[in-house]
């Protein structure tokens, strides 16, 4: 093989999507680059970037699923599952009636272009929907009434996530998700769904010990240049980048929501994501008591803009304080100056900030402090 025919392996290459259209992809609406969505590993788990939840033809989405296999590409995602209704298809005259036949279409492409792709429907009683992913004949769940059908997805070893708690008023712990709770058959809920957060819902996340999941819910192709921006997304951290890696990941509730600029998470996962996305550059900085301020550079290696507010040092290390944006793959620089009565030598300091966009409970953001290296030379 030459250099060249090596390139056209390469999912971004002309060849690859030749390729693709060979195995009957639609690839209407596929850019033909990858958005590059950096969102670094944590101590021990790989960051992955998952929709869990993604309505097709197959029953009232308007997108068939290979479509959705080429977006998750285009957006950066590492995994996506399909949530078809079990009992809707709207498309019924003109598309297969089947619950299993989105991921058969889609799984070729899923692989061809590295997509993790898990097995789910979307089944629901009344206003009360839930999504279960890694099931094993979706044939198996349709009709019924809610409570028997989420007891045969767990008799598949399912994972079983309230959707959309608020969708039609503001999010209640009623009669039937109690039941269904109660009967252990829900192990997570979306806090985020669409452009929507649902903040009546967010205690339910540590009162019910629920994995915390931001799905898109898309029914129409989703547009271009949305991830990170409003593209929902659940960062998964998982011991390995596969299904198996990701379903032991959502049982121990190792995920965060994030939607915008607003991540919500557990704290101890949160403090590891901003010290793996934010670094001071450079080791030590000079100051000289009483002289000139020195640039202090802070950069973030990952696609989530931090809001910080910057809080104290020690009352001699002078500085910007208040809240300052650090954006998405950039580095910011602000001034820091040693008073006269300064300490001399070589200190190590610490500056308290708030993370105000990384929500690790109602009403509480991440606090961290930076490390900062100063050597103090008269
Ligand atoms: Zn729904
Ligand atoms: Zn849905």
Redesign the pocket.
């Known amino acids: 093989m030459t250099d060249e025919e090596a390139d056209d392996w390469n999912p971004h290459s002309r060849l690859c999507i030749a390729r693709l259209r060979d195995h009957g992809v639609d690839m209407t609406g596929f850019a033909q680059t990858r958005e590059l969505l950096p969102v670094p590993d944590i101590p021990g788990y790989r960051t992955l970037k998952c929709d869990f939840?993604l309505?097709t033809v197959f029953?009232d989405g308007d997108v068939w699923p290979t479509t959705r296999i080429t977006e998750a590409w285009r957006d950066g995602l590492d995994a996506i599952s399909f949530?078809d209704?079990s009992d809707y298809n709207p498309h019924s005259d003109d598309v297969k009636n089947d619950p299993a036949r989105a991921y058969e279409l889609a799984l070729p492409a899923a692989e061809t272009l590295g997509i993790i792709l898990i097995p789910g429907i979307?089944v629901g009683e009344d206003d009360l929907?839930c999504?279960a992913l890694f099931i094993t004949d979706s044939h198996s769940l349709r009709g019924g009434k809610l409570i028997e059908t989420l007891q045969k997805a767990r008799s598949q070893d399912a994972f079983v996530f309230w959707?959309?708690p608020g969708w039609k008023q503001p999010a209640e712990w009623f009669p039937l998700i109690a039941d269904a709770y109660n009967a252990k058959l829900i192990q997570g809920m979306e806090l985020v769904?669409g452009n929507s957060f649902y903040p009546e819902a967010y205690r339910w996340v540590e009162e019910k010990k629920l994995t915390i999941l931001a799905n898109s819910?898309a029914?129409e192709p989703v547009p271009q240049a949305c991830a990170g921006g409003l593209r929902p997304i659940t960062l998964v951290f998982a011991r390995t980048a596969d299904r198996a890696g990701i379903r032991e990941a959502l049982s121990a509730r190792r995920t965060a929501a994030w939607m915008g600029g607003e991540v919500w998470g557990d704290e101890s996962l949160l403090k590891m994501l901003w010290e793996a996305a934010v670094k001071v550059e450079g080791k030590e900085r000079d100051l000289k008591p009483g002289g000139p301020p020195v640039g202090v550079r802070l950069r973030n290696d990952s696609a989530i803009p931090f809001r910080l507010h910057i809080g104290k040092g020690p009352d001699w290390l002078l500085g910007v304080q208040g809240d300052v944006l650090l954006p998405g793959q950039k580095a910011i620089e602000g001034p820091l100056s040693a008073a006269a009565n300064a300490p001399a030598g070589r200190q190590r300091v610490e500056i308290e900030m708030e993370i105000k966009n990384l929500h690790v409970a109602p009403g509480r953001n991440l606090t961290v402090r930076l490390p900062l290296s100063l050597v103090l030379s008269q």
């Open positions: 939840h309505h029953s949530a209704h979307e929907h999504n959707n959309h769904n819910d029914h």
